[in-house]
């Protein structure tokens, strides 16, 4: 019987990514300033096994080895991201031209290597200097954020073509000022939700500053999109699963889209929203090149509103494959995201800007690292990417989550999701089972079946 070939187009292209909090290390060298992330590692208790990002993967120093590795593995693009501390120790004002420089560096080194960046400008790790003077709550915010974006793409835009102003606004508001699991860990829903409208208004007004000084440039935003299924056809289940997808994915993907806040969540949220003023919702709905998905499980919703009769019997239930984070591998999940966005959203390109996992990962006895989880993992959400592109979705680009192990947030080091594994002890990589195998993917531009 002939193999299955699934065959993707042309020019797809084929990353992985990485964050600068996750990787770089040198947190205060050259003069960087500190971040939310180094305050809160910094802070016993935040962080699993007090882990700090202090020195991560040292990449800060070992950049070149680690291109000369994306290279290896065939990559033919690399998203990361660009510490704002670095360039802007005290958030605005003055500029480190060491910390610009390390980027100009890396940009150069890779378009010498023949690998495209995508850059992220906002990964989490917003200067403490700002934080200091209220944070994404506070409306202040934007300009610096502008003039942050202004002096990267000034510096940068003439060779880097794709931008994303932020990975993730719902983690950044509402993981970090609601529900205190990430930086700068505050636990107050109306301090999330003014920090998502002034995360947006960043973004829609830094846009047209990113155009003007990178020229024909792609410029967009990454989102964390999980779709929400009620655990049984039950009036209270699906009006759970409906506030969920409020709050998580809508609240996001409307405004951006020109329809406002979703009414139900403004409801909701009642007094706890936050002030409009004329224009925000036009800056914010300006229109993207692309949309970037950050995709790795779905939710199963229960309401707990429902009766305990009706709860004991769920239609839906979550499937026994779950991996280290204790999120359900449900590859369908990210067809159903990826129809939404075009068919209903109406976004002219897609990217998948992160997808992978986190499995247990042990070096064997002839030191190689053999991850068949993690591989199978990529290989079925790469089938639902396929299907995606021939149901005339326009998907065109698709990077794993990581390009090596690395700092997890509130995990530190304890979850380990790269294609390459990190020995934190020498900073010795080793290329994964999984990362060989994909880069044959990449060769031969399609997934086969085996
Ligand atoms: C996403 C983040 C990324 C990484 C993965 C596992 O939410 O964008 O930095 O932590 O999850």
Not at 5 to 22: C, H, L, N, R, V
Not at 163 to 191: C, D, K, L, M
């Amino acid at each position: 019987m002939d193999k299955k070939k699934y065959e993707f187009p042309k020019d797809f292209i084929w990353g992985a990514a990485t964050a600068s909090y996750q990787i770089e290390g040198g947190w205060n060298e050259d003069g960087t300033g500190e971040s939310i992330w180094d305050r809160f590692s910094h802070t016993p208790g935040k962080v699993q096994d007090g882990d700090t990002g202090d020195v991560a993967c040292d990449h800060y120093h070992r950049w070149e080895d680690d291109l000369e590795m994306i290279k290896k593995l065939g990559l033919k693009a690399y998203r990361f991201s660009v510490a704002w501390p670095r360039v802007l120790p005290n958030g605005s004002g003055m500029v480190s031209e060491a910390g610009l420089d390390f980027y100009n560096k890396l940009v150069d080194c890779l378009l010498k290597l023949d690998i495209e960046p995508y850059i992220t400008l906002y990964h989490w790790d917003l200067p403490q200097k700002l934080q200091d003077k209220g944070g994404w709550p506070s409306r202040d915010i934007v300009e610096p954020f502008v003039e942050y974006a202004d002096i990267v793409t000034r510096a940068l835009g003439d060779r880097v073509k794709n931008w994303i102003t932020f990975n993730e606004p719902w983690v950044s508001a509402f993981v970090g000022y609601e529900q205190g699991r990430h930086a700068p860990g505050h636990t107050h829903r109306g301090e999330a939700l003014a920090a998502s409208h002034h995360l947006l208004l960043s973004h829609g007004k830094a846009v047209p500053v990113i155009r003007a000084n990178s020229r024909d440039a792609n410029v967009g935003i990454t989102l964390n999109l999980t779709p929400k299924y009620p655990a049984s056809p039950s009036i209270a289940d699906r009006d759970a699963a409906t506030w969920d997808d409020g709050y998580l994915n809508r609240w996001f993907l409307d405004p951006l889209t020109g329809r406002g806040y979703p009414a139900d969540m403004v409801e909701s949220f009642g007094d706890l929203m936050f002030p409009i003023q004329p224009g925000d919702m036009k800056a914010i709905s300006v229109p993207l090149d692309f949309i970037g998905v950050n995709y790795y499980t779905r939710n199963i919703v229960r309401s707990d509103k429902i009766s305990e009769a009706e709860n004991a019997a769920p239609t839906i239930i979550r499937g026994d494959e779950i991996t280290e984070m204790d999120w359900e591998v449900y590859p369908e999940g990210l067809y159903k995201t990826l129809g939404r966005l075009y068919f209903d959203y109406d976004f002219p390109v897609i990217h998948i800007t992160e997808n992978g996992a986190a499995f247990v990962d042990t070096v064997n006895a002839d030191g190689e690292v053999d991850d068949p989880a993690r591989l199978s993992y990529i290989e079925r959400h790469l089938k639902q990417v396929h299907r995606a592109i021939e149901a005339g979705i326009p998907v065109k680009g698709y990077f794993a989550w990581s390009l090596m192990d690395n700092f997890e947030w509130g995990f530190g080091y304890s979850k380990r999701f790269g294609l390459v594994y990190v020995d934190y002890e020498t900073q010795k990589r080793i290329i994964k089972s999984s990362a060989k195998w994909y880069r044959e993917i990449i060769a031969k531009n399609a997934v086969e079946e085996k």
